[in-house]
């Protein structure tokens, strides 16, 4: 059974600094992995999708990377904002399946 | 470009009483999901469909039905509420590229 984990669950962080979130899967045999963003009390905003034939993907300040053999992915935001305060979780979807496991998320405040 | 949008936004239950939570898409998406998010647990897939007339159990489906009459519409319904049931329920449609969109959420207290 597919298991996504992210560590840490909570991150404060000072503005202006780049960090790493981390996303970790128990089965490697994976469709596509996805970033979202959540504020509170709204809806999951997709940040990156990364199909399992890719490496990594990139939109601006965010970079995600995917290594399957390992069951990783890692989420970097560079020149954090204070904007950037969020939960991110991680969803994966395995092949021959409709159905996305979320992580239970980390919680980032950047301070200005 | 409304993208997912649920109703209501907001909701308070009696035990017993039934609801029904409405999503609409209009991306033209095949499959669509309905999750709920409880703290420390996530978001828990309760029932989902790979389009029109198909329906799916997820990994958590009891206390709950679900209809795809539309291709553009997913309901979730409740006949019986409890108190287990609180919770925010999310709906969200898959693009064809593999992109989830998300609904901005129906808070639910069952009383």
């Known amino acids: 059974k597919q298991e996504v984990t992210q560590i840490p669950a909570a991150l404060s962080v000072p503005e202006g600094e780049n960090l790493v979130l981390n996303c970790s899967f128990t089965?490697?045999?994976?469709?596509?992995l996805q970033w979202f963003r959540q504020d509170p009390g709204k809806g999951l905003t997709s940040l990156l999708l990364i199909q399992s034939s890719q490496r990594e993907q990139t939109s601006g300040r965010l970079n995600a990377s995917l290594d399957k053999s390992s069951g990783r992915s890692t989420l970097y935001i560079a020149a954090s904002q204070p904007g950037d305060s969020a939960t991110y979780l991680c969803a994966v979807r395995q092949p021959g399946t409709y159905k996305y496991i979320f992580g239970t998320g980390t919680r980032l405040k950047v301070l200005a | 470009n409304a993208g997912v949008t649920q109703t209501p936004k907001f909701r308070v239950l009696k035990t017993g009483q039934s609801m029904t939570l409405l999503c609409a898409q209009d991306?033209?998406?095949?499959?669509m999901y309905w999750y709920r998010q409880d703290p420390g647990m996530g978001l828990r897939l309760i029932h989902y469909?790979?389009?029109?007339?198909?329906?799916a159990k997820g990994e958590v489906p009891d206390g709950y039905n679900v209809s795809r009459l539309k291709k553009q519409n997913f309901l979730l319904g409740l006949e019986s509420a409890a108190p287990s049931q609180t919770s925010v329920y999310f709906c969200a449609s898959i693009g064809y590229v593999g992109e989830a969109f998300f609904g901005q959420g129906t808070r639910l207290t069952v009383v």
């Open positions: 469909s790979v389009g029109e007339g198909t329906t």
């Open positions: 089965d490697s045999a994976i469709y596509n």
């Open positions: 991306m033209n998406h095949e499959y």
